[in-house]
């Protein structure tokens, strides 16, 4: 259970950038990776928790998953993936390691006042 | 008034303090020629004991030392002591995971000179959940998984899979009394994991160690020779 110290940190962020530009935060959207490593629902909890004594506190944590994308060495594209259980292409099944999306963890944009 | 709500853009790593930290520790450890190898696993794997028995046996040929993280007790590092390597243990307190900030302030307390080491290794908190969002500076990242723990853990943890380099299985002495099937196992790591390369072997007896050593000391030469290009 490491999302309560991932949420602090992205109430940190949002709150320097609130800082800097003089403007109150609504929403902080967030992209989140199926390899992440973060559990939405315990990371949702953890933000209004992070929010708490902060001038972030009744704000929105908006995540977009992020699906698996890997690439196909044999058909040379990307391809979603369709189990995290089963690393291979999609179409033609060549097992790959190559991992073009699913690992985000990233603040995108500030829904600001 | 107040003025509209309106969206800016901003596209932040959230991890990136801890990124910074672990691309620096990585300059440092290349430029010192030290090899860095982090192991991961759920608690009782047998990391301990496993990298009781590599301290041990790497000792006599190499220059080795070890940082290892718990969230309590020093005990991990006494048994470490054992094989008269240097060990430093880092206490988490009530963190899960160690990161890269926690390795950097051990490295600097123990005053190592990372010029005199040809291996460090790093022992993460027993954990196969939060340790794979973390970048340590390592350059080899090795998951253990016993025998005991049954055949389909890979897939119920395929994220830590996706972020090691290398899986162990240990505890291989016990394979025949707990029937565990060592294919299904192999053919799991690889959905989760092509291509991973795989060793299973036993700290106790010391069965297939020797072949793990190896692999470690063709990786350090390999890296050597990358950083004298």
Same mark, same amino acid.
């Given at each position: 259970m490491h999302e309560l110290s991932i949420a602090m940190s992205i109430v940190e962020m949002a709150q320097e950038e609130a800082l800097q530009r003089g403007v109150q935060v609504n929403a902080v959207h967030l992209k989140l990776g199926?390899?992440?490593?973060?559990?939405k629902e315990a990371l949702l909890s953890s933000y209004e928790m992070a929010c708490?004594?902060?001038?972030?506190?009744?704000s929105r944590l908006v995540i977009e998953d992020v699906p698996v994308v890997i690439f196909c060495p044999h058909c040379k594209v990307q391809r979603p993936l369709s189990s995290v259980q089963l690393f291979c292409c999609?179409?033609?099944?060549t097992p790959t390691s190559?991992?073009?999306?699913?690992k985000e963890l990233e603040v995108v944009a500030l829904e600001i006042q | 008034m107040s003025p509209e709500p309106r969206l800016v853009e901003i596209r932040k790593n959230v991890l990136k303090q801890n990124d910074v930290v672990a691309r620096a520790l990585r300059t440092r450890f290349h430029a010192a020629g030290v090899f860095v190898v982090s192991l991961v696993s759920?608690?009782?794997?047998g990391k301990t004991a496993f990298l009781e028995k590599t301290l041990t046996l790497l000792r006599p040929r190499y220059r080795v030392a070890a940082l290892v993280g718990d969230l309590a007790t020093e005990n991990d590092a006494a048994r470490l002591a054992r094989s008269l390597a240097p060990v430093k243990q880092i206490i988490? $307190?009530? +963190?899960?995971h160690l990161e890269a900030a926690m390795v950097q302030r051990a490295v600097d307390e123990e005053?190592? /000179? *990372? $010029?005199? +080491?040809?291996f460090l290794f790093i022992e993460n908190v027993g954990?196969?959940?939060?340790?794979?969002?973390? /970048? *340590? $500076?390592?350059d080899l990242r090795v998951v253990l998984l016993s025998v005991?723990?049954?055949?389909d853990k890979p897939l119920k943890y395929p994220t830590i899979f996706n972020s090691a380099d290398v899986a162990i299985i240990t505890k291989s002495d016990l394979a025949e009394a707990v029937e565990f099937d060592s294919e299904a196992t192999r053919r799991n790591i690889q959905a989760v994991r092509p291509g991973m390369r795989v060793f299973q072997l036993s700290?106790?007896?010391?069965?297939?160690v020797e072949e793990y050593l190896g692999f470690l000391a063709e990786r350090l030469a390999e890296s050597r020779t990358m950083a004298a290009v």
């Open positions: 199926a390899l992440s490593g973060v559990v708490d004594d902060t001038p972030l506190r009744g999609a179409e033609c099944g190559e991992i073009v999306h699913g | 759920s608690p009782g794997s988490t $307190g009530t +963190l899960c005053g190592w /000179d *990372l $010029g005199q +080491l040809d954990n196969l959940v939060c340790p794979s969002s973390y /970048d *340590l $500076g390592e005991t723990e049954g055949e700290a106790k007896t010391g069965e297939g």
